[in-house]
């Protein structure tokens, strides 16, 4: 072909009952057997391009063909489909990462002289992302503390033209409100976006507290079993249509057989996540009143608005929980040189227990100042976890935090 091609209409799935919940649209959401030789299960589309009538044009009236898997594959929609109904979205899109995901959106929506509003918590490639890259292209960054984020009125400005929500954050667990974020940037015409990472549309829903658009790593909970990359952006099909054509070009696509672990990671979503709250929940609990421990971080355990916020938005607070040892980053390390279930990874998410330094890890590019202002502290450790034996994981936990 000559011309740029135009991306092809997404393929329809059949509608789902709207009563369904979260656990059965999981299992029958995505399947399209008539159309895969029957198969209940769907392939993995292991193809870079399609065949097409002679002209494609035509063909793509139709709205059920593919061109070129960058730009879309059947194994792609299905994972996309689930991740859609979830967020209870008009539409969503996976790509090769959470960060390509991340990147994708902002590039969709900024130009020269914009500005983000975003919050000292977040992911730390996000961070670099609005720190260094950005500012290349003229789009500015306005950093809120978390004194001033309990204030998104007075964060927000005409100039902003997207506001950046982790909620719970990286790595200290902040909850914030979602709405109050929501009707600021409203008010000044800006889209507001919200990683959903750490919550999963199972826990917190940001769409129907008024986000434009929810970014994912799907590497984390979606996947669930530390086994793949990926990331996803859902939102209406308004602003979907604007993220799509950066979406082709930046080549963030996600691999079609990554895309299958993806989809087939996610039928158990619901599953994990009830497990993975519980323990989160216990291990938080059980953890805040022990010797070796001197702070515990988990969703709603700071100030008592953020517990109430995360009422209001949260059905359950999630399978992380960051905890401060003592002896700073030696006790940190005894600590971890102790743990014999737990591994000692980055990332989080994923159906076996782990914990990290998010100094070393995900924060690592951040300067001793900017971790200060952070609260990221030498002793502190970030626990993901799993769907393990709960007492299992507590013995594990107490007995490595012996050593400290
Ligand atoms: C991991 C993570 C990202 C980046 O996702 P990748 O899949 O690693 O590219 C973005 N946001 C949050 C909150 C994360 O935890």
């Known amino acids: 072909m000559t011309e740029a091609p135009a991306v092809a209409p997404r393929r329809r799935f059949d509608p789902l009952p709207e009563w369904v919940h979260p656990a059965t649209w999981l299992q029958h959401g995505g399947r399209r057997p008539e159309r895969n030789a029957g198969a209940v299960v769907p392939p993995i589309y292991q193809t870079s391009t399609y065949h097409y009538p002679a002209s ?15 730009m879309d594959n059947p194994t792609q929609e299905v994972a996309a489909e689930l991740i859609r109904g979830l967020e209870g979205a008009g539409g969503a899109r996976v790509f090769a990462s959470g960060m390509g995901a991340c990147s994708t959106v902002l590039l969709a929506f900024l130009r020269e002289g914009d500005e983000v509003v975003a919050l ?3 992911y730390g490639g996000t961070i670099d992302l609005l720190r260094d890259t950005l500012p290349r292209f003229g789009v500015t960054t306005r950093w809120v503390s978390p004194d001033e984020s309990t204030d998104p009125t007075a964060a927000v400005s005409p100039k902003t033209r997207v506001v950046w929500l982790e909620t719970p954050s990286s790595p200290l667990l902040r909850v914030h409100d979602i709405r109050s974020w929501a009707e600021a940037a ?7 976006v919200v990683d959903n990472t750490f919550a999963t549309p199972i826990n917190q829903r940001p769409l129907s507290l008024g986000a434009d658009l929810v970014v994912h790593s799907a590497t984390k909970y979606l996947g669930g079993h530390s086994d793949l990359v990926a ?6 099909p308004q602003l979907l249509e604007r993220v799509d054509p950066v979406h082709t070009t930046i080549g963030a ?26 323990n989160g929940l216990r291990v938080a609990a059980e953890l805040a009143g022990h ?34 040892v003592r002896n700073g980053s030696e006790g940190a390390q005894r600590f971890l040189r102790q743990l014999r279930l737990v591994h000692v990874a980055s990332s989080f ?50 007995e490595a935090l012996a050593a400290v």
């Open 56 to 70: 494609f044009s035509e063909a793509a009236g139709s709205g059920d063909v593919h061109l070129y898997t960058r």
């Open 120 to 122: 000292h918590d977040l």
């Open 186 to 192: 409203d008010r000044v015409g800006a889209l507001l």
């Open 231 to 236: 990331g996803a952006v859902v939102g209406s």
């Open 253 to 278: 696509a996600l691999d079609p057989f990554a895309a299958f672990l993806l989809a087939r990671g996610m039928r158990t979503l619901e599953l994990r996540v009830g497990r993975q709250n519980a």
């Open 291 to 324: 010797p070796k421990v001197e702070r515990v971080y988990y969703p709603g355990s700071g100030p008592a608005s953020e517990d109430e916020t995360a009422r209001r938005q949260m059905s359950g607070r999630g399978g992380v929980v960051s905890l401060v």
């Open 349 to 398: 998410g994923g159906v076996e227990s782990l914990a990290s330094v998010p100094a070393e890890t995900s924060h690592r590019h951040l300067s001793s100042e900017e971790l200060a202002r952070r609260g990221i502290v030498p002793g502190l450790v970030r626990l993901s976890l799993g769907v393990e034996d709960a007492d299992d994981l507590l013995r594990d936990l107490s």
